[in-house]
Each structure stands twice: as C-alpha cells, then as structure tokens.
T-cell receptor
C-alpha cells in the first residue's frame, strides 16, 4: 500500500515551453503533497508543500510563478514548469503525506526533466 | 539552521560484509531522524526512524541509533546482501513539524556477490 506514481518518468522539452508533471497517490488520499528537486549528487531540496484545495506554500528562493503547483484533488498534484530554461533541468520528486495522523511521506519515483 | 551530512559514495562491499554509512546532523531542538532507501527506478522508501535521543531504529537487519551527544545517526548492517544495493538517504524533520524534511546527499551502496 501507499504507492505514489509520477508521470512522465522523463521528459525533454525545448527552451521557452512549459511542461507538466503529475503526482498521484494510488491507494490512499493525500491531503498534503510535497515537491522536491534533486541535482546530481546532491540532496533533495523541498520546493513547495501543497494542500488539497488551497494554494501551495513555496520555500524561500523558489519562484512560484515559474513552478506552478495545483493540488485539485486528494489523489493528484501537478507541477508545471513554465517557460522552461536549461537551468531548470533536474530530477523532480513528489511525495505524499500518509493517512491522517501519519507523519510518513511516500515518495514517487521521480521525473527527469531535460530542457534543450 | 537544519542540515544533514552523510558520507559520499559509492560504497562497494562484498556480500556478507559489515556496512556503516555515516550521517551527522545539525538541528535546533529535538528533530526526528530517518533513513530512506531508493532502489533503482523506484521512489524513496522509509527504512527506519528514531524520534528521540538514544532511540534505535531497525528494519530488515539495518540499525541506526540516535546519538544526540555526537549529533549522529549512522546506519549499520552486519551482513549485506546483493539486494541491498541502492542509494541510502539520511534525513531529519523538525521537532513537531513532519512536513519539512532535510535530506543528506545520498550514499550509493554497491554489493558484489
């Protein structure tokens, strides 16, 4: 149980275009989801926390107009990278908070974005 | 601020060897500490946790003890298997705020038959 999926697993896009990444909790409802970014050989950096039905909370230094997060349902959160540039190339990972009362986060397998 | 430092990899061991992956942390207050494991092509999975000083987390033969005096949470296993090959992440969450996790950079473990 507690499986989180991401789609796509990898994507290549051209500079200036936008790309959407989906994060789904497959067998539980997630009121809170998280988006992380990971650079090669570096730790995961929390970008934002999203709660179903409300605006996401972004970490300091993360451009909210560039990284649009929507958490429209209890099983789906999306991250849209707008007007992508090569420096946005990275590994994006989402996680979902477990059932009510659980502190554990369940992680998706990640999405590798390459901007050319 | 909060941060986690773990040893760089990759770590290469023969099957049945003893494993230690070092992890130290900096935090205010009394954080909770975690080890996550990421197998190839999969998401991070919680391996073990400890929520207060001197607690020992254990799972699947892995152990780690929350040492407040040395601010450490080293991961150990007495006899590794090829199936343990993965990337291991040490992490902390702030006391009473499990929403925010701070991760180490990950240590890749390769176990050879």
């Amino acid at each position: 149980g507690a499986v989180v999926s991401q789609h796509p697993s990898w994507v290549i896009c051209k500079s200036g275009t936008s790309v959407k990444i989906e994060c789904r909790s497959l067998d539980f409802q997630a009121t809170t989801m998280f988006w992380y970014r990971q650079f090669p050989k570096q730790s995961l950096m929390l970008m934002a926390t999203s709660n179903e039905g409300s605006k996401a909370t972004y970490e300091q230094g993360v451009e909210k107009d560039k990284f649009l997060i929507n958490h429209a349902s209890l099983t789906l959160s999306t991250l849209t990278v707008t007007s992508a540039h090569p420096e946005d190339s990275s590994f994006y990972i989402c996680s979902a908070r477990g059932p009510t009362g659980s502190y554990e986060q369940y992680f998706g397998p990640g999405t590798r974005l390459t901007v050319t | 601020g909060n941060s986690v430092t773990q040893m760089e990899g990759p770590v290469t061991l023969s099957e049945e060897a003893f494993l230690t992956i070092n992890c130290t942390y900096t935090a205010t207050g009394y954080p909770s500490l975690f080890w996550y494991v990421q197998y190839p092509g999969e998401g991070l999975q919680l391996l073990l946790k400890a929520t207060k000083a001197d607690d020992k987390g254990s799972n699947k033969g892995f152990e780690a003890t929350y040492r407040k005096e040395t601010t450490s949470f080293h991961l150990e296993k007495g006899s590794v298997q090829v199936s343990d090959s993965a990337v291991y992440f040490c992490a902390l969450s702030e006391a009473y705020n499990f929403n925010k996790f701070y991760f180490g950079s990950g240590t890749k473990l390769n176990v050879k038959p």
